[in-house]
């Protein structure tokens, strides 16, 4: 069986870019200082590349001991054969080596995720939405009823014109 798979690799891309973003955030100045302005938040201005070069190593660093935990969480998307031990011991080791050898550049540049596999990776992190075991307070269902007619009304107030505005007109002078 073939254990280079697109999709584990595109998998290991994803999670590693998602741990820089959070570390980034994580340690953000302009977060710690609760700044409110974009401006002065270290993260909003570095770009992903920026991002990825330098906290690339620390959060691979931090990978590669955990890697088995990434394999269960995506192994189930994942081809196997009929022997699952093999199968898991494959996958981790070839992941393991693709996280050795890949350079920062190497992973933002490599086009290891893309448009044809974003979607079936990204399925892996969403959250299992199960159902509340609490039962709503009363007069919830109203609430939202009302705002979501607030919200139409809104939809409506701003996609038209009003009717003072309709014939008005801006001149501007021209010099």
């Known amino acids: 069986m073939f254990y280079y798979n697109d999709n584990w690799i595109a998998f290991l891309t994803e999670s590693i870019i998602r741990k820089i973003v959070d570390l980034c955030k994580s340690?953000?100045?302009?977060?710690?200082?609760?700044?409110?302005?974009?401006?002065?938040?270290?993260?909003?201005?570095?770009?992903?590349?920026?991002?990825?070069?330098?906290?690339?190593?620390?959060?691979?660093g931090a990978v590669l001991p955990n890697i088995k935990a990434l394999y269960d969480q995506f192994q189930h998307k994942l081809p196997h054969s009929n022997d699952s031990i093999n199968d898991e011991t494959c996958y981790i080791e070839n992941g393991r080596q693709f996280l050795i050898t890949i350079t920062a550049d190497a992973l933002y540049y490599g086009r290891y995720l893309n448009e044809m596999?974003?979607?079936?990776?990204?399925?892996?992190?969403?959250?299992?939405?199960?159902?509340?075991?609490?039962?709503?307070?009363?007069?919830?269902?109203?609430?939202?009823?009302?705002?979501?007619?607030?919200?139409?009304?809104?939809?409506?107030?701003?996609?038209?014109?009003?009717?003072?505005?309709?014939?008005?007109?801006?001149?501007?002078?021209?010099?």
């Open 27 to 60: 340690r953000c100045p302009g977060c710690l200082d609760k700044m409110n302005s974009p401006l002065l938040h270290l993260h909003e201005q570095l770009s992903l590349l920026e991002k990825t070069r330098t906290y690339f190593e620390e959060v691979r």
């Open 117 to 175: 596999n974003d979607s079936f990776v990204n399925e892996a992190f969403k959250v299992d939405k199960r159902k509340p075991t609490q039962k709503r307070a009363v007069g919830t269902k109203a609430k939202r009823r009302a705002k979501t007619t607030l919200e139409e009304l809104l939809d409506v107030t701003m996609a038209t014109p009003h009717d003072s505005m309709k014939n008005t007109m801006l001149s501007i002078p021209l010099a």
